[in-house]
């Protein structure tokens, strides 16, 4: 019995050594695999919440340096577009010795759970965040059923 259990205790101690090696091996692998730009969201995209308060949705998406005139917003039922443009502007006469932000154009698309009506749809670009009020369609909000007694 002694035996049959140092037996058991070293085919665990092996499988911990080889648990050990391929934790190393692995956490390398994903380091390296995931930082691949394959794999990352472009700075560009703009990040977005929607959030619902029951008759309407609310978009926030972070678009800053964007200005009003270069956005440009669709939706059709429960498709949302939001596109533009970033620039980034040297001053004439300036010289550049470091540029991290780059000016590009950027297209986030979604689906929301609910039609909306394009017709009442609220658009405001405050302090480089965009704010979406996108009411319901009235077929779509919940409506309260009274029930009489008979």
């Known amino acids: 019995m002694i035996r049959r259990m140092n037996e058991i ?3 665990f101690s092996a499988m911990d050594l080889l648990r050990n090696r391929m934790d190393k091996i692995f956490k390398n692998f994903d380091s390296s695999f995931l930082n691949d730009p394959v794999f990352s ?3 560009n995209t703009p990040k977005t919440n929607l959030i619902e308060d029951g008759d309407h949705f609310e978009v926030q998406a972070e678009l800053p340096g964007v200005s009003k005139e270069a956005l440009d917003i669709k939706i059709q039922g429960k498709y949302l577009e939001i596109s ?3 620039t980034i502007d040297t001053p004439e006469g ?3 010795h470091r540029s991290e932000r780059v000016g590009s154009t950027f297209s986030k698309s979604f689906t929301l759970p609910d039609n909306v009506d ?3 749809v609220d658009a405001t670009l405050k302090d480089g965040i965009l704010y979406l ?3 319901k369609l009235e077929a779509e909000k919940p409506k309260m059923i ?3 007694a008979g």
């Open 146 to 148: 009274e029930v009489k």
């Open 84 to 86: 533009g443009e970033r």
């Open 118 to 120: 394009a017709d009442k």
């Open 41 to 43: 969201i472009p700075s």
């Open 133 to 135: 009020n996108l009411p």
């Open 9 to 11: 205790n070293n085919m």
């Open 94 to 96: 300036y010289k550049v």
